[in-house]
């Protein structure tokens, strides 16, 4: 069995070789037609409207999640409540980012004023 130190070293020896590898390999370009939505409707304002509202779904489920940790729901390892919150951060996020995306989609986005 591996140690907590062990582990965590593992880790971070990951992490430390995955973000030599991002600031090493250049970014690969994407085919201009990925961009192109099948269903590109502007309704209430707002491009795309079915592909950025199709994420709430996914945000009502990081929602659930949390209101389901404050019933003090039972995990038998405490750690197992992190990797909960982890995994509903993660799921809000993926929400978050995609109807950002959606909103106007293309590989680099300036700033908006």
């Not at 250049?26 to 409207?49: C, E, I, K, S, V």
């Amino acid at each position: 069995m591996a140690t907590p130190y062990r582990r965590g070293g593992s880790i971070a020896g990951v992490v430390l070789l995955l973000t030599i590898y991002f600031i090493v390999v250049p970014p690969m370009a994407q085919d201009p037609g990925y961009h192109a939505f099948a269903d590109a409707r502007t309704l209430h304002g707002l491009r795309n409207f079915w592909n950025v509202i199709s994420n709430i779904p996914f945000f009502l489920v990081a929602l659930y999640g949390v209101k389901a940790l404050r019933r003090r729901i039972a995990f038998v390892d405490p750690w197992e409540r992190v990797a909960y919150c982890i995994l509903l951060g993660g799921i809000a996020a993926v929400s978050a980012g995609s109807a950002y995306y959606h909103l106007r989609p293309n590989e680099c986005r300036p700033p908006t004023r």
